[in-house]
């Protein structure tokens, strides 16, 4: 029975998915709708399109639908870098010397370097198709804003990025990479917006967060005729475009057979992290399998396994909905470390849920651990890879180890979310010695949750 397992396992372009898989549709409890902040009540849709795209408010709201035809137009651009390979780590588990079985699904290979360009293509199709002028977003170690920069300038979009300040004086070519798409980089807090200059008056000198670009982004949106604001993670929409990573990765181990037993994958604003598992939760959700699910987060901002599930704004300017998840407060400004993309305060509400039931693990993991996770991998694999997609790549190997000792041969599937070429630096201080892991006291993130909206739920 047992066929041997190629070193990658491709599918057939006819293979891609036709369709996005909506896990809410499975979901006994949903996940807790955005509330507008003036009157407590879940925003409605009418609410939602004066700053997101009309289609993909209905995608946000839609708890029912499990499958969501993929348009044609973003089915083709998909063919030019998809499907991505399932590719199993016989090198690593060689060096490991573990009997454990390790596969990761490989998304950088784009030139935004990361599995951002999934979503990225829908959002800006949208867009499109709605006859607006531009989108506004943030960015914050630069992928999100590198991947719709990338899907604007193929639908011929304006796009406008905040950049949180410290990746923008970090990441200089990041910055580049944008401005050669077209898009217009600007470093945020910044003087253009209302937000940009009271978030200046009161944090003088501060590096920038997400959450301040985000409130940024959405003001100019909102000011701005013909324009809307798309975000790269957090939202529902996101996670069902994301969708994509988890199907075609269940059909590629099935067509060697293959049932994993641990999913891992690195959690930010938890869009990589829900898009791997969907399918899989899916099974798990309708009793049909079981698998042990675990989100990587950074212990510089452990909105899971220290933050409080509750109702909080989704950006430091508090001109958002609020969103019931995992957070740390949206007033939380990780320290200017290196954990790059996965320093939002917040999580999705969708993967919060889950976790909140129980479904799902979530563990932290320190800097230094994670780069050396990464230089391990780097040596035996080949890719070299980003700093967040490197916090799963430390949780697979820590399983591997775990089967070394207790000679079980289980099944690892981990998401490699991109590469890690633009994080030269980070890998340098590391090399140097000279990272630092830096992690938040209690003090501070109760400081930080105290200041959490009060709202019912
Ligand atoms: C943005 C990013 C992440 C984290 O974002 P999620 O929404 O949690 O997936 C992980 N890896 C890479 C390479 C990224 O660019």
Redesign the pocket.
Known sequence: MSKEIPYKIYLEESEMPKEWYNVRADMKNKPAPLLNPGTGKPMTAEELGGVFCDELVKQELDNDTAYIPIPDEIRNFYKMYRPSPLVRAYCLEEKLQTPAKIYYKF??NNT?????LNSAIAQAYYAKKQGLKGVTTET?????GT?LSMACSYLGLDCKVYMVKVSYEQKPFRREVMRTYGASVTPSPSMETEVGRKILEEFPGTNGSLGCAISEAVEVAVKSEGYRYVL???LNQ?LLH?SVIGLETMAALKKYDIKPDIII???????????LISPFMGEKLRGEADYRIIAVEPASCPSFTRGKYAYDFCDTGKVCPLAKMYTLGSGFIPAPNHA???R?HG??SILSQLYDDGLMEARSVRQTDVFAAAEEFARVEGILP????S?AIRAAIDEALKCKETGEEKTIVF?L????YFDMYAYEAFHDGKMTNYIPSDEEIAASLAKLPKVEG
């Open positions: 998304e950088g935004s370097g990361s599995h951002k914050g170690a630069g992928q999100w991947a790269g993670s957090v996101v994301q994958g690195c959690a930010g604003g938890g869009s990589n992290l829900g898009g790059g993309g996965l939002y999580m999705s980003a700093p967040e997609s916090h998401g979310t991109g590469t890690g």
